[in-house]
């Protein structure tokens, strides 16, 4: 009876309770330009979510990107910038939409020199590189129309000059238990 309960527990657990979190790597392309070295699109890439990283009915989400941008005078001089994401069905039905305004870090010219002298051997070596981690969280409670299943996310960033390092996607599955959705419904 032990196992029996042991397995049937393990099964449904595996088979109906959403993974907490989806990191998915991003591959942003762009069409370069054919006279010179600059970029005539902007970056943009389009995951398809497999079917062990589909969206569950009923769960909600935070999705959110996090771009790895290096030190450079490029990007310190760069400014804001403006990125959307945009899911939708196989399809191509739109199920929701989200542009967010970012911008790097500042940090002055005493600051990188310091942070450039003692952190010297680690950049040296491959340990550490000079970049700073954007997050851009787009959407914190999201979650899917049980008509329309979210299996295509969309991601563009709206600026030809930005160097982007590294980027990926995060979806965060909420998970709360009883006491969540009571306090929710005590608040509504």
């Not at 595996?14 to 070295?37: G, N, R």
């Not at 062990?52 to 450079?72: V, W």
């Not at 310091?114 to 491959?126: D, F, H, K, N, R």
């Not at 969280?137 to 969309?154: C, K, L, R």
Request: one cysteine or more.
């Amino acid at each position: 009876v032990l196992a029996v309960s042991v397995f049937l527990y393990g099964t449904f657990y595996y088979a109906y309770m959403p993974v907490e979190m989806h990191h998915l790597p991003v591959h942003l392309q762009f069409k370069p330009c054919a006279d010179s070295t600059l970029r005539c699109s902007n970056p943009s890439a389009q995951l398809n979510l497999k079917r062990n990283q589909k969206l569950l009915q009923g769960q909600t989400y935070s999705i959110s990107l996090k771009l790895d941008i290096p030190d450079s005078p490029v990007n310190e001089d760069h400014g804001m910038f403006m990125s959307c994401l945009k899911i939708s069905s196989i399809s191509g039905e739109q199920i929701g939409e989200s542009c967010k305004s970012s911008i790097s870090e500042y940090r002055s010219s005493l600051l990188r020199t310091m942070e450039t002298v003692s952190y010297s051997p680690a950049l040296l070596t491959g340990w550490s590189a000079q970049k700073q981690e954007l997050h851009i969280n787009y959407f914190s409670n999201f979650q899917t129309d049980p008509h329309t299943p979210a299996e295509v996310i969309g991601v563009e960033i709206h600026s030809k000059h930005l160097q982007v390092t590294e980027a990926s996607l995060e979806i965060h599955a909420e998970l709360r238990g009883k006491s969540g959705w009571i306090s929710k419904l005590a608040i509504d």
